[in-house]
Antibody, heavy 123, light 107 residues
């Protein structure tokens, strides 16, 4: 079945970077964009950006421009999201999600999602 | 950026009730609107896409309607497993944005 499996929880110090992985299975990896979404504790969902695993092109939300890097490895079907210069307010659960296009909507719908990766930022 | 405003932010309902959640976009988004359900400690799960298309495997008590700027998610006959948070999402243009969420609680 189609599945996205993310790496485990991380604890980082302020100013450090974190790299979260998202391994895809059950579908053709290069045929679907992958998006990243952040959810701070008790808060809503915030879109961070997306990567096209075929070729590696990216679009980032302005809020994260300069701090986020999304990459993909077609040999392992893994997408990575790295967030640098971490601050306390970056503590959150990070999700990857596959985007399924429909009609002429290229961003489509997010299905499935990874299980989430908790990132704690603490000195 | 397109702002998505969901209402109410929370509601209390009983099993068997009919529940409606609304989502308003700050500009027209055609039918580029998705709805997700999220249970505590879990990832969001797609319910409705393209404003009114039911995702495969989702019970038919869930339905979506609307186009342009105003959208509604309706749950007919609320079940115990439906108590969760619900989010709308526009995929009309980047940055993709979500509504603030609606918590559906047991009365």
């Amino acid at each position: 079945q189609v599945q996205l499996v993310q790496s485990g929880a991380e604890v980082k110090k302020p100013g450090a970077s974190v790299k979260v992985s998202c391994k895809a299975s059950g579908y053709t990896f290069t045929s679907y964009y992958v998006h990243w979404v952040r959810q701070a504790p008790g808060q809503g969902l915030e879109w961070m950006g997306r990567i096209n695993p075929s070729g590696g092109s990216t679009i980032y939300a302005r809020k994260f421009e300069g701090r986020v890097t999304m990459t993909s490895d077609t040999s392992t079907s893994i997408v990575y999201m790295e967030l640098s210069s971490l601050r306390s307010e970056d503590a959150a659960v990070f999700y990857c999600a596959r985007a399924v296009a429909y009609g002429n909507n290229w961003y489509g719908r997010f299905d499935p999602w990874g299980q989430g990766t908790l990132v704690t930022v603490s000195s | 950026d397109i702002q998505m405003t969901q209402s109410p932010s929370s509601l209390s309902a009983s099993v068997g009730d009919r529940v409606s959640i609304t989502c308003r976009a700050s500009q027209t988004i055609s039918t580029s609107l998705n709805w997700y359900q999220q249970k505590p400690g879990k990832a969001p799960n797609l319910l409705i896409y393209a404003a009114s298309s039911l995702q495969s495997g989702v019970p038919s008590r869930f339905s979506g309607s609307g186009s342009g700027t105003d959208f509604t998610l309706t749950i007919t006959s609320l079940q115990p497993e439906d108590f969760a948070a619900y989010y709308c999402q526009q995929t009309y243009s980047t940055p993709l944005t979500f509504g603030g969420g609606t918590n559906v609680e047991i009365k």
